[in-house]
C-alpha cells in the first residue's frame, strides 16, 4: 500500500463521515495528542516563533501496519483514508501552511548539534521513524485557533480502507453509507485483511489425506 504518490491518514468511521460529508480535512492544536513530547515541541515553536496559533494534520507515507491499526484506529471504527498525495496538497498551498516528511533523530545527535527553530514541528524521536510521517501545519501570527477545516476535492481520495477488527456483518451497512454520501461513488472502498488473510494461510495449508 505505501507510495510515493500517496499519503494515508488513520482515523475513525466518525472522522471519515465528517471528511466526507463536509469535504474537509480539519488541522488540531497538538495539545490534545499522545506523544506529550511532540506537542511540547510544536508548543515551544510557537512560543519561539511569536505565533497566536500552529496546527497540524498527520498523514503517513507507509504501506499497512498493525502498529498504524493499533496506534491510529484502535478498535472496530478504525479507517484509513488514501489519499493522491499531489492533489491533496493543492488545497494547502495558501500562506501559512507547511509541510514535509518527519525527521526523525537521536537526542544525543540534537544536543550536538541544535536544529533550526523553522525545523521544529517536522522533528520527531528516532524511537518513532517506522511511522513515516508527513505533516502538514498551519501558523498563524494573530489568531488563537484550536482547529482549521481545510476544503478539499473528494477527488483526492483514492481509497478507504477499513479496520481488520470491522465484523463481517455489519461491513455491507457501513459502505452503503459511505457510498450513499454526494461525491463518493468512485471512491473503492475495502476491509483490512490484515488479521484475516486467506492467501497467507493457504501458504501453510495441508491437505488431509
Not at 506529550?36 to 519561539?48: E, P, T
Not at 478504525?78 to 537521536?106: I, N, Q, T
Request: aromatic letters at 10%.
Amino acid at each position: 500500500m505505501g507510495s510515493s504518490n500517496r499519503l494515508f491518514r488513520y482515523t475513525t468511521i466518525p472522522v471519515l463521515l465528517d471528511v466526507l460529508r463536509k469535504r474537509h480535512i480539519t488541522l488540531l492544536s497538538p495539545a490534545t495528542w499522545t506523544d506529550r513530547n511532540d506537542a511540547y515541541v510544536l508548543d515551544q515553536y510557537r512560543l519561539k516563533s511569536g505565533l497566536g496559533s500552529v496546527l497540524a494534520v498527520c498523514f503517513t507515507t507507509g504501506g499497512e501496519t498493525f502498529h498504524h491499526w493499533e496506534v491510529f484506529s484502535s478498535g472496530s471504527s478504525g479507517v484509513c483514508m488514501e489519499f493522491d498525495k499531489e492533489r491533496l496538497l493543492e488545497s494547502f498551498a495558501e500562506p501559512g501552511f507547511r509541510h514535509r516528511l518527519v525527521d526523525y533523530r537521536l537526542i544525543k545527535t540534537l544536543e550536538n548539534n541544535a536544529p533550526d527553530p523553522s525545523i521544529w514541528p517536522f522533528l520527531k524521536r528516532k524511537a518513532f521513524k517506522d511511522e513515516k510521517e508527513y505533516r502538514i501545519i498551519y501558523e498563524s501570527a494573530d489568531e488563537d485557533l484550536h482547529e482549521k477545516p481545510v476544503s478539499i476535492d473528494l477527488t483526492s481520495i483514492k481509497s478507504v480502507i477499513f479496520s481488520p477488527k470491522l465484523p463481517t456483518k455489519i461491513e455491507d451497512s457501513v459502505m452503503n453509507v459511505v457510498r450513499s454520501i454526494d461525491g463518493c461513488t468512485d471512491i473503492k472502498l475495502r476491509t483490512s485483511r490484515l488479521l484475516d488473510n486467506a492467501r497467507w494461510r493457504a501458504v501453510f495449508t495441508q491437505e488431509i489425506q
